[in-house]
């Protein structure tokens, strides 16, 4: 729970100085690629979550990892190794891509299906999405086999179930009532 608590500060304070100097967007794009990279690759999560590697160390093989980031996030870098924390770098842009698309009014909408979403169900859930919600809309596909078919759609602390497995789920209610 402290870590992501510091990870919010530090994305916050990353968001101020990346819109003071106009280089938001691509600031974001760094930290989509540093959450990604340090989420898929566990060497590179073992490395900088090693408590016996020196954060020198650490702070010059970021830098080299993502040399072509903006001049924001590689000071991002020595940041984390002046404070020790290196372990929260991907919690750090996880939160700034939340707070960057939070800023410019953009919503994530998680929707869960059952198979992989089609063009034909993406435009329905987007129609039932604008009932929900007035920003911009970044989907997210969750492909859980549970739910049978249908698709559950979450915005926010807003959720809309109209999968198969609830509705069976209902039935089964009723029935036993």
Do not use: C, H, W
């Amino acid at each position: 729970m402290t870590g992501s608590r510091a990870a919010i500060r530090y994305a916050k304070a990353i968001l101020e100085m990346a819109q003071a100097s106009g280089t938001a967007g691509q600031v974001s794009e760094d930290m989509i690629l540093i959450a990604s990279t340090i989420k898929e690759n566990k060497e590179l999560r073992d490395f900088i979550s090693n408590p016996t590697i020196k954060g020198e160390v650490k702070e010059s093989a970021l830098k080299e990892v993502f040399a072509g980031t903006q001049n924001i996030t590689q000071g991002l870098f020595q940041l984390l190794r002046e404070n020790k924390r290196f372990d929260i770098a991907e919690q750090i842009a996880t939160q700034y891509n939340a707070q960057f698309d939070a800023f410019n009014g953009i919503e994530v909408a998680t929707v869960t299906t059952a198979l992989p979403l089609t063009a034909e169900l993406e435009s329905k859930v987007l129609d039932k999405i604008k009932e929900f919600s007035d920003k911009k809309i970044t989907i997210k596909n969750i492909v859980d086999p549970a739910i049978i078919g249908g698709f559950i759609i979450r915005i926010g602390d807003k959720q809309f179930n109209a999968s198969v497995a609830s509705r069976l789920q209902t039935l089964k209610r009723e029935l036993s009532n």
